[in-house]
């Protein structure tokens, strides 16, 4: 087993890591009088699907958030590529942002605006591109993700695995660095939740992109990922590849992935 | 053996507990009044900044004043026509019925047109405001337009304030024309006022500062109304049931603030532009 990458004394978060993309340290957060994180160490592997575990409430989504600096920490850093992300002003933190696509558990699509016009949004608030340049683009994200015809649907006539798409498709068209994925298969019936894996394998691959997935469907964590960390009790409890994660025999990190039920699978699959 | 937990039943203890219930009230009123400040500081310092998107500004122009026009419409003719049913009969025992014109044009000049607007526009342009942020702050639309690097206070709450500060005055001043309308019909053709003595007190008892206090008042209740509807909206949580209880306080606390500042928004411009005695 790996733990988390420790913060040694002689680290130097200011200079890019050729291996880690995006590396946390110490970070704080409290909701009144719940802590949700607590000093949480974490890495994100350059260029792989790292897949972020833990019981519900238990800060995936916090930690997430947080990465694209959506909330503010009571303390504790976040460094991508060498930057501290929490130190730009408004102006450097609109074009970090560009940097990062963020599919939403519910796809978090504009209900007011047609597919087209959800996927081209980040494009007409970002880019000079006209009208013809813009509908190009979109129609060639949509058509990889296999959506190409529905730009003209609205996001209440479409299916959660369609919508899932098609938030993925919105996400990408500014080619991002990172995508960070917030529970991709909740409420998704086993084929979509297998096509919505391969979605994100096929991104990761296609793209190159740093992935971020936060999930607790353990058979669909064990056929994306590269790494896995697992949140517990407001820390990083335990990090490493499938084949890691399994023989891991801390209770908690054992116990989680046994009671999945598909821990067998995952070891076959890894 | 387990140390006792230290008693909390203190006389001191007590007070101070009764102390910060009774006071807890006048701290969340506080609160509240300071976040509504905060977000309109927020959203008027996006103003000068670019992208200026024309076409947010529009379509809140058109979902503010537009959509709202049809009712307002309708409550400044009847409001119009009662008042002067009930001006006519009151001046009618001091056979002074032709001043009705005069003192149904300074009501509806200063106070009702922009009140009543104002109270239409919580009802309705406040509350759909309020509903439709609520809705994008829960399904994570508002979450998704900060991560797309797009400030979600001047794209959503800028827009709908300026836009409100613009076609309030005018709403206001459609209804006082309107009012006007049928207050003349009911006086004129109904209850047979003269019609010179009518408009010539009219023109000797409304002046032009009665109209523009009244556009004032219209362009403050506006921007106050649709910025709670934007608060009530932008800072909705606990789902579907949250966002109804936001949208029920931004029609209950828009109206109350309309009436509230009204009387001081009175005291104001009267001292300011009242009528010289």
């Given amino acids: 087993m790996s733990e988390p990458a420790p913060e040694s004394p002689g680290e130097d978060l200011k200079q890019p890591d050729p291996r880690w993309h995006i590396r946390v340290r110490g970070l704080t957060k409290h909701f009144g009088d719940n802590f949700v994180l607590d000093h949480l160490d974490y890495d994100a592997e350059r260029g792989k699907v790292n897949v972020i575990i833990g019981a519900s409430g238990a800060g995936k989504s916090v930690l997430i958030k947080h990465m694209m600096c959506l909330l503010r920490p009571d303390s504790g850093s976040i460094w991508v590529d060498g930057t501290d992300v929490f130190s730009l002003d408004s102006h450097e933190l609109a074009e970090f942002r560009r940097r990062f696509g963020l599919v939403f558990q519910f796809a978090a699509l504009f209900d007011s605006l047609t597919v087209e016009e959800n996927c081209a949004f980040p494009l007409r608030e970002h880019t000079k591109k006209n009208k013809e340049e813009i509908r190009a683009i979109v129609k060639d994200k949509l058509a990889a993700l296999g959506l190409d015809g529905t730009q003209r649907k609205y996001p209440g006539e479409l299916s959660g695995g369609m919508r899932k798409r098609v938030g993925l498709a919105r996400a990408l068209v500014l080619d991002p660095e990172i995508l960070i994925f917030d529970e991709p298969t909740t409420g998704l019936d086993p084929l979509a939740t297998r096509n919505v894996d391969e979605m994100i394998l096929e991104t990761a691959a296609r793209y190159k992109v740093t992935s971020v997935v936060i999930s607790h469907d353990m058979a669909s964590v064990f056929r994306i990922a590269d790494r896995i960390s697992m949140i517990h009790q407001r820390k990083i409890l335990a990090s490493g590849t499938v084949d890691e994660m399994l023989a891991n025999r801390d209770p908690y990190v054992y116990e989680f992935i046994r009671a999945s039920g598909v821990a067998a699978a995952g070891a076959g699959a890894a | ?277």
Wanted: net charge negative; proline share 4%; aromatic share 10%.
């Fill in chain 2, 1 to 277: 053996m387990a140390e006792a937990p230290e008693d909390e039943t203190t006389f001191g203890h007590a007070v101070w507990i009764g102390v910060k219930d009774a006071f807890h009230p006048v701290v969340s009123f506080v609160d509240v009044l300071g976040g509504h400040v905060i977000l309109a500081g927020r959203a008027l310092s996006w103003l000068p900044r670019r992208p200026a998107r024309a076409a947010n500004y529009l379509e809140a122009s058109d979902y503010i004043g537009f959509g709202s026009l049809p009712i307002v419409l309708l409550v400044g003719a009847f409001t119009g026509m009662v008042m002067s049913l009930q001006s006519v009969y009151a001046f009618r025992t001091f056979n002074l019925e032709s001043y009705a014109g005069g003192v149904t044009a300074k009501a509806l000049s200063l106070e009702l047109s922009p009140v009543l607007t104002a109270l239409m526009l919580a009802g309705r342009a406040g509350a759909g405001i309020a509903t439709e942020l609520g809705t994008m702050r829960i399904t994570e639309q508002i979450d998704a337009l900060e991560s797309m690097a797009v400030n979600p206070i001047q794209y959503l709450v800028l827009p709908r304030i300026v836009a409100a500060m613009i076609v309030g005055p005018i709403l206001s001043l459609l209804a006082f024309i309107i009012g006007m309308g049928g207050a003349y019909f009911v006086a004129v053709v109904i209850q047979n006022i003269d019609h010179g003595q009518y408009v010539a007190n009219i023109k000797s008892i409304l002046t032009l500062s009665d109209v523009i206090q009244g556009v004032i008042k219209s362009a403050v209740f506006g921007f106050v109304v649709i910025l709670i509807g934007c608060y009530q909206g932008y800072h909705a949580t606990g789902g579907g049931r949250g966002v109804g209880l936001g949208t029920t306080r931004a029609v209950v606390f828009a109206s109350v603030s309309v009436l509230v500042l009204d009387y001081f928004l009175s005291d104001l411009l009267l001292s300011l532009m009242g009528t010289p005695k």
